[in-house]
């Protein structure tokens, strides 16, 4: 009898409008790939917890943030840890799909991110800025961020991170499978986050990168590492998103999109194998 295919669930929200990016289009051009290699299904995160028992792997794509459902979402990372369902990319990541404490650790470690506090008495820790920018622990998507001059900091309250506002030259994000490199892309436009064109990462920058992905230790899972071009010439962290990463696929020309789903692919396989072969 021929082998199995494995079964995945797709969590992704077609509908969530985000701006200057249409998500759904990417999640309907990777399916349509996908269902070459398994037997698949789409769902909307609010449904997710209720319908994943019935597959053999869960794959959260483009599913929005997490603000929008909170509950719903704890309650599915709840009944997935409980069951062991497997889930891609895995629970067990340590940045933005756990928050945005990471950044106060990695700053804490002295990493080369954006300094960042969460405290009044910190922030002399901070290097002097006119601007600085505030923005929720629990933030995504630029949801909540604010610019505030120095002088107001003083009446900052609630659950926040502060950061000084860094005059970057461009942003850059290299985008990761497992702890492969598949491509970067940037910004040349400050101004325009998502006007986004290949970008030659170079050794130093993969260095810079690889360091984060070494950090989270995932194992398996798309993971795109966002930095800044400081005024100094070197990259800082801007974000580590492991939860559900948009990818700008139709940013990259054809070959560049093809040996992505190529490596998505081959990690989801070895990842769904696993169950199926402890079934």
Request: glycine share 6%; with cysteine.
């Amino acid at each position: 009898m021929p082998a199995a295919r494995p079964r995945l669930l797709y969590v992704t929200d077609l509908a969530y409008q985000a701006r200057g990016r249409r998500y759904c289009d990417e999640d309907v051009h990777l399916t349509s790939r996908l269902r070459e290699r398994f037997d698949l299904a789409l769902c909307h995160p609010l449904d997710a917890a209720a319908l994943m028992d019935g597959f053999d792997a869960v794959v959260v794509r483009n599913s929005g943030p997490v603000l929008g459902y909170q509950h719903a979402y704890d309650a599915f990372r709840a009944r997935a840890l409980a069951t062991g369902a497997r889930v891609y990319n895995p629970l067990t990541g340590k940045a933005d799909m756990a928050g945005k404490q990471y950044l106060l650790d990695l700053t804490a470690a002295g990493f080369p991110v954006i300094p960042t506090v969460d405290r009044a008495e910190d922030l002399p820790l901070l290097p002097p800025a006119e601007r600085y920018v505030v923005k929720p622990k629990l933030g995504a998507d630029s949801l909540g961020l604010r610019i505030v001059p120095a002088g107001r900091l003083g009446a900052l309250a609630g659950d926040v991170l502060v950061q000084p506002c860094v005059d970057f030259a461009y942003e850059v994000s290299f985008y990761f499978v497992d702890d492969d490199f598949q491509y970067a892309l940037y910004a040349p436009d400050p101004a325009r986050r998502w006007e986004l064109r290949p970008y030659p990462a170079t050794a130093a920058d993969l260095e810079f990168a690889r360091r984060f992905i070494d950090w989270n230790d995932l194992g398996y899972g798309i993971q795109r590492v966002d930095a800044c071009r400081a005024p100094d010439g070197g990259l800082l962290l801007v974000e580590l998103e492991d939860l559900n990463p948009y990818l700008s696929l139709d940013a990259l020309p054809e070959e560049a999109v093809d040996a992505f789903v190529a490596a998505f692919t081959a990690s989801l396989s070895r990842f769904a194998q696993e169950t199926l072969s402890t079934a």
